[in-house]
């Protein structure tokens, strides 16, 4: 079945620089990407997603790109702000099991100000 | 819309006692599923289905039990807690794109504590 690795588990950067968090996944038919935020004491939320026709994806100052050969995908955070303290998750959903939508272990991500 | 809702926000079990996780959509949804995130774990699939008399085991089934008798309703049972049980529980639900789950919309998640 689909593995989603996720690094790093904390990530800390100065407010206005970038973030970057990494996930590899082991099912090469996997074909849909999200992301998703998690505030404290709330559920995840979408932030963006990607699926597997298509390498790159913004929404303002959040990004994701997506290498299918070599089965790795990231989400680029730019102009980082103290409300994008969270955690946040990738995920991926394999064409074989499609219904299944396998998580990383996330990553915590703080702002310093 | 109130989205997706999960009952009890909190609960304490004994171990060997049983309980049932509740959760409820109004979006109406074809697609439903269970997680537990334990920390440095992530979120992992306990269940999940793809409509009413549909259910089918993600990661971590053992020890829980679903159905799906309607679409707006996707219970999660406990039938002997245990302390390896102990966990956070979020619902999930979502549209079937063309068979394939699309974006996921969380509820609130149950804090649930097994002495």
């Known amino acids: 079945g689909e593995n989603v690795e996720q690094h790093p588990s904390t990530l800390s950067v100065q407010e206005g620089d970038s973030a970057v968090i990494k996930c590899t996944y082991s099912?090469?038919?996997?074909?849909?990407f999200p992301w998703y935020k998690q505030e404290l004491g709330k559920g995840p939320q979408l932030i963006i997603d990607i699926r597997s026709n298509v390498g790159e994806k913004k929404d303002q100052r959040i990004a994701v790109t997506l290498n299918k050969t070599a089965k790795h995908f990231s989400l680029h955070i730019t102009e980082t702000q103290p409300e994008d303290s969270a955690v946040y998750f990738c995920?991926?959903?394999?064409?074989?099991?499609?219904?299944?939508?396998?998580f990383g272990s996330g990553t915590r991500l703080s702002i310093r100000p | 819309n109130a989205g997706v809702t999960q009952t009890p926000k909190f609960q304490v079990l004994k171990t060997g006692q049983s309980m049932t996780l509740q959760c409820a959509q109004d979006m109406n949804h074809e697609y439903m599923s269970w997680y537990r995130q334990d920390p440095g774990m992530g979120l992992r699939l306990i269940h999940y289905?793809?409509?009413?008399?549909?259910?089918d085991q993600g990661e971590v089934p053992n020890g829980y039990n679903v159905s799906r008798s309607t679409t707006e309703d996707f219970p999660l049972r406990l039938l002997s807690a245990a302390p390896s049980q102990t966990s956070v529980y979020f619902c999930?639900?979502?549209?079937?794109?063309?068979?394939?789950?699309?974006?996921?919309?969380f509820g609130p998640g149950t804090r649930l504590t097994v002495l």
């Open positions: 289905s793809v409509g009413a008399g549909i259910t």
């Open positions: 099912d090469s038919a996997s074909n849909y």
């Open positions: 995920a991926a959903s394999g064409y074989s099991s499609a219904s299944k939508i396998i």
């Open positions: 999930a639900s979502s549209y079937l794109g063309q068979g394939k789950a699309d974006t996921q919309y």
